[in-house]
């Protein structure tokens, strides 16, 4: 996955900027304009303090590129501090690529200079555009899920897993034989360590960090292979038959006619990973999975999901 910092550095070089590193600091200079970034996934107090020293007499602006949700409530207003988040970046390098259209981060820095395509070469180097993994988010807590497994289980482990997940749109035609007659349309997932398919729930709570201790699992699965799965797997439940009445002069005729999609015609289109937080909880006679996002029990045995 493509590093904050790399990105932060690609956005300013599409712009023109020459950019020079110090002491873990960037500094970027375009003409006149001249700006400091910390560039930091976790703000802490401290290290704002820090910058702001270092950069005590300098005469650019000043910027905080961060993913920590938390970031605003350290900064004053007072403070010669522009804070550029997640969404702020993702929409300068959606400018950038020519998917957005309006002002930018970087116009902040350059008022009479304005936004341009990047070059075939850029977008590829910016294919990654996720700042941060994309995590669905918790509503459970370990302390909660002891008490939902505590009739099943005594526990005397748990831990949290980050578990990938594919996430596909799709538009499945139907047919017929050779009649098109409808169409299925949504979102699914392909577990990235399993390769199972389940619906997929949009316009879920998405966070880019999470403080509880976790570990991130990482794919065994490509997403190549994931798009074949996701498409044998909408073939299999969208196909079925169904009786077709048939009127022959006085005769009423029933027969059966099988309803399927056409793989050629499926379309997909691929939105990111995504991390489900899986609660894994240990017990002297198994073990339980909790998906931490819903709450519900995944599983109840030494399996893997």
């Not at 399993?194 to 794919?219: A, D």
């Not at 379309?267 to 819903?294: K, N």
Request: hydrophobic content about 40%; overall charge negative; some cysteine.
């Amino acid at each position: 996955m493509t590093s904050l910092k790399a990105v932060i550095i690609e956005i300013l070089r599409a712009r023109g900027f020459e950019i020079t590193e110090q002491d873990g600091y960037i500094l970027a200079k375009n003409g006149n304009n001249r700006a400091a970034f910390y560039v930091t996934r976790r703000v802490e107090q401290n290290n704002i303090d820090n910058f702001l020293s270092y950069f005590s007499n300098f005469s650019g602006k000043k910027i905080l590129a961060t993913t920590d949700t938390k970031s605003p409530s350290l900064l004053n207003d007072l403070r010669p501090i522009i804070l550029w988040d997640r969404q702020d970046m993702e929409r300068e390098l959606d400018l950038m690529s020519g998917e957005w259209k309006g002002p930018g981060l970087v116009d902040e820095l350059l008022t009479t200079d304005y936004p341009h395509l990047l070059s075939g070469v850029d977008v590829e180097i910016l294919h990654d555009r996720s700042i941060g993994e994309r995590i669905i988010c918790p509503i459970v807590t370990a302390e909660e899920v002891l008490c939902m497994v505590s009739d099943s289980i005594t526990a005397f482990r748990q831990y949290l897993q980050l578990v990938p997940h594919y996430v596909f749109r799709y538009a499945c035609p139907l047919y017929c034989e050779d009649d098109r007659i409808g169409i299925e349309s949504g979102a699914l997932s392909v577990n990235g360590l399993t390769r199972k398919v389940e619906p997929w729930l949009e316009n879920r709570e998405t966070i880019y960090s999470i403080e509880e201790e976790h570990e991130l699992l990482e794919t065994v699965v490509t997403s190549e292979d994931a798009a074949k799965v996701a498409k044998r797997e909408l073939i299999r439940i969208n196909t079925f038959d169904r009786d077709s009445v048939i009127r022959e002069r006085h005769v009423i005729l029933t027969e059966k006619v099988r309803i399927a999609p056409r793989e050629e015609d499926i379309e997909l289109q691929f939105q990111g990973i995504f991390f489900i937080p899986l609660w894994r909880i240990e017990g002297i006679h198994g073990t339980i999975s909790v998906d931490a996002s819903t709450g519900k029990m995944v599983s109840e045995d030494h399996g893997i999901f």
